[in-house]
């Protein structure tokens, strides 16, 4: 089966969208191996630019060696032709990502409020028992699922949904993007390896009654 294709998306495409990209390439794979493809690109991009050097350390830290190679480019029609979600870092990306391919309509989440739904579907029993055992068709089924599922984990502050910004700003705004974005990221690829460790412990047990 094909990887799930998701787009990170932020400004300029050296600060939180990559860092949020290599983070989820690195843990989705690790619990689904060859399982997602995971890229990023920015609304108005430092082009070809690497990560800013502060966020390069952050990344290094954690171990994330993809981080050197990353370029920035250009969130274009063609970067969105094929993703099969999307996860913008601040709700001011959304619309100009809609406006360049409207069939992602219902495929285009902050980051921030993504990681809620998945914690929201989790605590759901209903919704917990019917997520598929397969992982494409566990995401497909999320992707599906996820719009009307936001309307169950509003904030009375909508500026949670987004993940503060921190190119050029003090370290202590750097600290804050570090802890909006990893507390997601953590939430989405521990949602992923909840769904995989039940698959592999149904497998497990089909194989010992056989």
């Known amino acids: 089966m094909p990887p799930t294709r998701i787009l990170t998306v932020c400004t300029g495409n050296v600060c939180r969208s990559p860092m949020a990209a290599v983070e989820l390439d690195h843990g989705l794979n690790a619990v689904s191996p060859g399982g997602f493809a995971v890229t990023s690109a920015g609304m108005h991009a430092l082009v070809d630019q690497g990560f800013e050097e502060r966020v390069g350390r952050l990344a290094h830290d954690r171990g994330l060696d993809a981080a050197a190679a990353h370029r920035a480019r250009q969130v274009t029609p063609e970067v969105l032709r094929d993703v099969d979600l999307v996860l913008v870092m601040a709700r001011e990306h959304t619309q100009p990502v809609l406006q ?111």
């Open 100 to 210: 360049q391919s409207p069939r992602l309509l219902k495929k285009v989440f902050t980051l921030r409020e993504f990681a809620r739904i998945l914690l929201y579907l989790s605590t759901d029993p209903e919704l917990d028992a019917a997520v598929p055992a397969d992982r494409a068709e566990r995401w497909a089924w999320l992707v599906q699922q996820a719009p009307r599922l936001r309307q169950r984990v509003p904030v009375r502050h909508p500026e949670r949904n987004d993940v503060i910004d921190p190119y050029r700003q003090e370290d202590a705004v750097l600290e804050q993007m570090a802890e909006e974005l990893f507390e997601a990221t953590d939430a989405v690829i521990a949602w992923e390896r909840r769904y995989a460790q039940r698959r592999a412990a149904s497998g497990t047990a089909s194989s010992s009654a056989g």
